[in-house]
T-cell receptor, first 113, second 116 residues
Framework: AQKVTQAQTEISVVEKEDVTLDCVYETRDTTYYLFWYKQPPSGELVFLIRRNSFDEQNEISGRYSWNFQKSTSSFNFTITASQVVDSAVYFCALRHNTDKLIFGTGTRLQVFP | DTGVSQDPRHKITKRGQNVTFRCDPISEHNRLYWYRQTLGQGPEFLTYFQNEAQLEKSRLLSDRFSAERPKGSFSTLEIQRTEQGDSAMYLC??????????????FGQGTRLTVV
């Protein structure tokens, strides 16, 4: 079965703190894709990153970084020096050959000034 | 093109009424997806189209739900005889199909349905 678990329901931090959002996935497929999306209060899901199962290289984009570890089936997301505008719900998702996305339940991040 | 567009943004309906939502994907995208999101949960897949062909339907899509994409452009999702349990955010997404599957889906802002 394919499944995505985001154990952290809600995280609160103060601006400028670093925060890591955890994502653990389950799949039997050898080829799959992992995603992170951000959902601000407006409701639209904003794409952040895609990673395929053959590429375990970590990625950094500005204040965002992602740590993909196949050995632990994890794809964690770190925001460095968080800002109030980072407040949103963040979803990790898995996609395999059927093309549909399987989402976790999301982590609500609140960044306080 | 400014992205995936959904209409209406909000819909309140009485139980038992029919409702229809529209989704306009990004113009060059041939894949279109519908998802449903309830409060506190992640989006759940409902169905998707490649051009005008409906390729997969979730078991969540009961007989009361029907989706179409008649000309391979916009899509409609109709719910007949709405029930309170249908209250949710309905999200549409589109993606280009390159053959490798390694493309992201771009989402619209959703239609929030409230059944009273």
């Amino acid at each position: 079965a394919q499944k995505v678990t985001q154990a952290q329901t809600e995280i609160s931090v103060v601006e400028k703190e670093d925060v890591t959002l955890d994502c653990v996935y389950e799949t039997r497929d050898t080829t799959y894709y992992l995603f992170w999306y951000k959902q601000p209060p407006s409701g639209e899901l904003v794409f952040l990153i895609r990673r395929n199962s053959f590429d375990e290289q970590n990625e950094i984009s500005g204040r965002y970084s992602w740590n993909f570890q196949k050995s632990t089936s994890s794809f964690n997301f770190t925001i460095t020096a968080s800002q109030v505008v980072d407040s949103a719900v963040y979803f990790c998702a898995l996609r395999h050959n059927t093309d549909k996305l399987i989402f976790g339940t999301g982590t609500r991040l609140q960044v306080f000034p | 093109d400014t992205g995936v567009s959904q209409d209406p943004r909000h819909k309140i309906t009485k139980r038992g009424q029919n409702v229809t939502f529209r989704c306009d994907p990004i113009s060059e995208h041939n894949r279109l997806y519908w998802y449903r999101q309830t409060l506190g949960q992640g989006p759940e897949f409902l169905t998707y189209f490649q051009n005008e062909a409906q390729l997969e339907k979730s078991r969540l899509l009961s007989d009361r739900f029907s989706a179409e994409r008649p000309k391979g452009s916009f899509s409609t999702l109709e719910i007949q005889r709405t029930e309170q349990g249908d209250s949710a955010m309905y999200l549409c997404a589109s993606s280009p199909r390159t053959g490798a599957g390694n493309t992201e889906a771009f989402f619209g802002q959703g239609t929030r349905l409230t059944v009273v």
